[in-house]
DNA sequence: GCATAACCGGACCGCCCGGTCAACTTGTTA
DNA sequence: TAACAAGTTGACCGGGCGGTCCGGTTATGC
C-alpha cells in the first residue's frame, strides 16, 4: 500500500463543490419527506423531491436509517443547546416553558418519535440524545425549586409530556399551523402545582 | 338463475362451525397482532398466530383494512356504549374521568391511531366514530356545567388528550403494564378548571 | 351415507422497497 | 489542458408485502 508523498490524509477528505450542493439538497427533500410521511417514506421518492439519483444518496448516507439519523441529529443538538442556554435565564419556570414551546414547535417538522426508531441505530445520536435529556432534567428541576413546576414530576415525564402537541395535532386534518400551541397550553396546566392532584400509586420510571 | 324453493335467503347465511371457529381465531390474533406491531403487522403473521392459512384470512375480510376495521368497530362500540352508560352517573365530573380511564386502558391494548388509519376505509366505522364522539361531548359538556372540567376546552380536545396516556407509554420499552395511569392523571389535571391558565389566542377546533 | 356447497390453504402474482454496482460524467489539481 | 480521483446515475437484485386462485377437504341437510 502507497502513501502519496507530503499528503496528510484529513480525518474526512474536503467534499467536492457538487457534492457539497446535493447533499444540501438531499438533507432537505429528506428532512421534508421524513416530516410528511413519517418512516414510510421512500428514498426514491426522497431522492426524486432531491433532484438526485437513487445511488447518490446511499453514497452520502450508507443506509435510509444513517440519513435519518443525520437530520434527528441537527434537531436534537439545536435542542440541548437552546436548553443548555435557557438554564442559565433568570425565570427558571419561564425557561422550561419556553423551551417545552420551542421544542413542540420544531416537532411540527419532525416527530420526536424518530428519537425511537433512529436511536437504536446510531451510536453519536443515542449519546447526544442523552445530553439532550440531561439538559432537560436539569431545567426541570430548576423549575421544581422555583415552585414552577409540581414536585411529583420527574425530568422524564416532562420528555414524554413534551412530544403531545405535535402528535396530537397530527390527528386534526387541516389543523391550524399554530394549534399545537392549545395543546401544549394544556399540557403545561397539567405541569403546574396549582390545583394538582396525586399522580397514584404507578411509580414514575428511571432514566 | 334457479333459486331453491321454500328457501329464503338469510342477508347472511349461517357460518359453518369451523368457519366460525377461524374466524375468532382469526380476530383473536389481529388484534393481538395490531395491537404489537400497528399497521405494520403482515396478514401472513396474523395468519400464522391464528394457526390458519392466510387465504382464509381473505376469505372471512377481503383487504386488510376491512380486518382492522373489523376489531376497531368492537372497541369503538363498547366505548360508546361506556360512554352512554356513565352520562347518567350522578357524578358528571367522575363519569368523564372514568369514561377516560376506561379508554386509556383500552388503548393498551389498540391504540387511536386506528382510528384514523381505518376511519377512511370503512363507512360503518365512520358512524360508529361519530356515535362515541358525540357520546363524549355530551359527558364532557355534562362534567363543565358540573364545573370539573375547565369552560374553555372543548369535547374535541378532550377526544385528542384521551389518546395520550397510551401514546406517551409506548415510547417506553418495559413500562409497567399501568403506567399509563400517571400520565392520564396528568392529562386530567390539566382538563381540570382549578389553576387553569389561559390557552392561549389558538381557537379550538370545529367538530 | 351421500351429494353438495361452503370452506380451507398455500403456491403464486405483481408491486414496491432498500440497497448494489459498473459504466459514465465532472470537479480538481498540477 | 491533461489526467485522475471523486461523484453520479439508473438498471438491477433479493425479499417481503397484500391479494388471488384453484385443487383438495369438511361440515351439513336430506
Redesign the pocket.
Given at each position: 500500500m502507497t502513501r502519496a508523498p507530503e499528503t496528510r490524509a484529513p480525518a474526512t477528505?474536503a467534499?467536492?463543490?457538487?457534492?457539497a450542493r446535493?447533499r444540501s439538497l438531499l438533507l432537505a427533500a429528506a428532512a421534508a419527506e421524513f416530516a410528511e410521511r413519517g418512516m414510510d417514506a421512500?428514498?426514491?421518492?426522497i431522492a426524486r423531491r432531491a433532484g438526485?439519483?437513487?445511488?447518490?444518496v446511499?453514497?452520502?448516507y450508507?443506509?435510509?436509517?444513517d440519513l435519518l439519523a443525520a437530520i434527528v441529529l441537527d434537531r436534537v443538538e439545536e435542542l440541548a443547546g437552546l436548553a443548555r442556554q435557557l438554564f442559565l435565564a433568570e425565570d427558571a419556570g419561564a425557561a422550561l416553558f419556553s423551551f417545552l414551546e420551542a421544542a413542540a414547535g420544531k416537532q411540527q417538522q419532525l416527530d420526536f418519535s424518530f428519537l425511537r426508531d433512529a436511536g437504536d441505530i446510531n451510536e453519536r445520536l443515542r449519546e447526544s440524545r442523552e445530553r439532550l435529556f440531561a439538559a432537560i432534567v436539569a431545567l426541570v428541576e430548576r423549575a421544581q425549586a422555583a415552585g414552577a413546576v409540581r414536585a411529583d414530576v420527574t425530568g422524564l415525564d416532562v420528555i414524554l409530556m413534551m412530544c403531545v402537541p405535535s402528535h396530537v395535532v397530527s390527528f386534526v386534518p387541516g389543523a391550524a399551523p399554530d394549534l399545537w400551541r392549545r395543546y401544549l397550553a394544556l399540557v403545561i396546566d397539567g405541569l403546574r402545582p396549582e390545583g394538582a392532584h396525586s399522580l397514584g400509586p404507578v411509580p414514575p420510571i428511571g432514566v
Open positions: 477528505r467534499l467536492r463543490a457538487d457534492a446535493n421512500s428514498v426514491a421518492d438526485i439519483g437513487k445511488g447518490t446511499f453514497r452520502h450508507p443506509t435510509k436509517d
